[in-house]
């Protein structure tokens, strides 16, 4: 890995914590690629949730 940023919207935290859970190295991408999460050595949320306005009060 040369520390190169990787950013997708295509999973989230609990996506990346199941595979974990069940040893899967490889996440599937939608276009066809895949990412090993063996070279994952940090992992940002592109988004944690979605909130409307009227929720924040």
Do not use: C, H
């Not at 520390?3 to 989230?12: A, C, I, L, M």
């Not at 914590?17 to 939608?30: M, P």
């Amino acid at each position: 890995m040369n520390g190169q940023t990787y950013k997708t919207p295509e999973f989230t935290v609990d996506d990346i914590y199941d595979a974990l859970q069940q040893n899967k190295r490889w996440l599937d991408q939608e276009n066809g690629g895949a990412i090993n999460l063996g070279y994952v050595v940090r992992y940002s949320p592109y988004k944690f949730y979605e909130v409307s306005r009227n929720d924040r009060a």
